[in-house]
């Protein structure tokens, strides 16, 4: 079983920055991927940012050239970096980890990101 405790949301201002932070409560070394996905109010849940256990990262396109998905396996910690936020980014971001034995997925309870324009 693995907990996992997203934090670093909030209220910013369109153009801004804020820093997710996923923390694990098991070792991120033994994931398979670890992965950023965002909900909306009214819209289904859709990816954001995927790392795997090789360090290879895939964006949403939506994102991509704003967002930087990163892993602090010493930490046991995944970030999200995201610049030049916009209105369309408000959503509650969850972090999902993926173990590589078992492929069971594991979901944190969300962080609120809220962009004004």
């Known amino acids: 079983q693995v907990q996992l405790v997203e934090s670093g949301g909030g209220l910013v201002t369109a153009g801004g920055s804020l820093r997710l932070s996923c923390a694990a409560s098991?070792?991120?070394?033994?994931?398979?991927?670890m992965g950023w996905y965002r909900q909306a109010p009214g819209k289904q849940r859709e990816l954001v940012a995927t790392?795997?256990?090789?360090?290879?990262?895939n964006y949403a396109n939506s994102v991509k050239g704003r967002f930087t998905i990163s892993r602090d396996n010493a930490k046991n910690t995944v970030y999200l970096q995201m610049n030049s936020l916009k209105p369309e980014d408000t959503a509650v971001y969850y972090c999902?980890?993926?173990?590589?034995?078992?492929?069971?997925?594991?979901w944190g309870q969300g962080t609120q990101v809220t962009v004004s324009s």
């Open positions: 999902k980890y993926v173990c590589r034995t078992t492929f069971n997925a594991y």
């Open positions: 790392i795997t256990s090789g360090d290879n990262t």
């Open positions: 098991g070792s991120i070394s033994n994931s398979l991927i």
